[in-house]
């Protein structure tokens, strides 16, 4: 039987005060996704550790089975892998996002008001690239993001200058109250290559606000009452990639840099579709394009059942909850019932549905709160008929930790 891991990004919630005290979950209307249930098993999964809102790095390592605390080696590695941006062990990689701020260097908005296009990324990408001096390379990726590699036998045992992520060991973590003012990137350690890599860091993210703040690009948006793609702000350094035990049989519907990146190191066969581009403001439309073109992509690959199992990633049920927009993320999910999960409820796969972390809307950023979790491959055990987060609590499953969900389901 075909085996396939669903992670739906961001999917956990809280009670949301626009859909009636309810969750995007509870409040969709899910009759394949409850058919799924009703036949399947249920529980709820930490996937990092009980008290820590992971971000989809640490997550996603510890939902294909590898111990964060064991393999995880930084995430800017993991995403110039996933891009293609060349990267040595020793360069210090990391990611970034093109975000807003003051004259103080007080942050406005870590995404530029998620309304950077892609061809305005790449305009500014380029004027980066053409006036820093040094050995680095940076590149946009998708929306607001980006890599940023440096060269050279450089440490990664720096602090993060993005206030909404603070470093927890080698982990980066999402802050319980974000800070709103860009810290300056700190050696952790005394050895001179971790100075020279905090100072390279600072440097840039320094001169990437005088080449940007009154680049003529960030003067028509603002023109436009569009925030200011106005610094380059780093994160999640690391200065090599994790040496992964290989799966064999395995393909992976990925999209991103990152997961894209992890799967390839895990040995899965990338299966990759084409992004649509960013073309407006407003960047919701291309959204659901996008979630569109994973579902198309997702059915594809399993009607051609070349694989045994298959790692598919939805991301766009993530950014909602960053957003504020339960309504968007409760479209989301009928979306995903109808065209996804009716397409699955009419096979005979073994399934594993869960998210990477809660993205709690009215928090607008990732959370400590476990996820949702159904097995859909052994008689059922539980009485639980619904995928949502209270729910799955009840079931048979019980609780959790994400590098135990496979090898519990035999995957």
């Known amino acids: 039987m075909t085996k396939i891991l669903i992670i739906l990004d961001g999917i956990g919630d809280t009670p949301c005060r626009v859909l009636g005290g309810k969750t995007p979950l509870e409040s969709a209307s899910t009759p394949n996704l409850d058919f799924l249930t009703r036949r399947g098993n ?33 995430r800017g590695p993991l995403e110039a892998y996933g891009a293609g941006v060349p990267f040595k062990d020793g360069d210090l990689a990391l990611r970034t996002n093109f975000s807003t701020v003051d004259e103080d260097m007080t942050l406005v908005d870590r995404r530029a008001g998620r309304t950077l296009t892609t061809k305005e990324a790449e305009e500014l990408a380029k004027a980066v690239n053409k006036e820093i001096k040094g050995d680095f390379t940076f590149v946009p990726t998708v929306e607001h993001r980006g890599i940023l590699v440096f060269e050279g036998r450089l440490s990664a045992n720096i602090s993060n200058a993005d206030p909404g992520y603070e470093k927890v060991g080698t982990f980066g973590v999402a802050r319980r109250i974000a800070k709103n003012k860009i810290s300056p990137c700190k050696a952790l350690d005394p050895k001179p290559e971790t100075k020279r890599s905090a100072k390279l860091v600072n440097n840039f993210i320094r001169q990437s606000y005088e080449i940007l703040k009154d680049h003529p690009l960030n003067k028509k948006r603002m023109k436009n009452y569009l925030l200011p793609a106005n610094v380059i702000l780093p994160r999640d350094a690391g200065t090599s990639l994790p040496s992964l035990p290989k799966k ?69 049920t993530d950014i909602p909850g960053h957003d504020n927009k339960p309504k968007d993320k ?76 496979l090898a519990k389901m035999g995957f």
């Open 248 to 316: 064999k049989g395995w393909a992976a519907v990925v999209s991103m840099p990152l997961e894209i990146g992890l799967a390839k190191l895990s040995g899965m066969n990338i299966i990759s579709f084409p992004l649509p581009p960013v073309r407006d403001a407003n960047i919701y439309p291309t959204l659901y394009k996008r979630l569109e073109a994973e579902i198309n992509a997702s059915k594809k690959a399993l009607q051609e059942a070349k694989y045994t199992k298959y790692y598919l990633h939805i991301k766009e």
């Open 330 to 405: 409760k479209s989301m999910i009928e979306i995903l019932d109808k065209e996804f999960f009716k397409f699955l409820r009419e096979q005979d796969y073994e399934l594993i549905i869960t998210g990477d972390h809660s993205t709690p809307c009215e928090r607008k950023g990732h959370s400590a709160d476990p996820v949702p979790l159904l097995w859909v491959g052994k008689q059922k055990q539980d009485s639980v008929e619904r995928f949502t987060e209270a729910a799955c609590k009840k079931g048979s499953l019980g609780r959790m930790y994400g590098k135990d969900v």
């Open 42 to 74: 249920t529980g709820y999964v930490h996937t990092v550790g009980k008290d820590i809102a992971p971000e989809s790095d640490i997550a996603v390592t510890a939902l294909l089975g590898y111990d964060p605390r064991a393999y995880y080696t930084g």
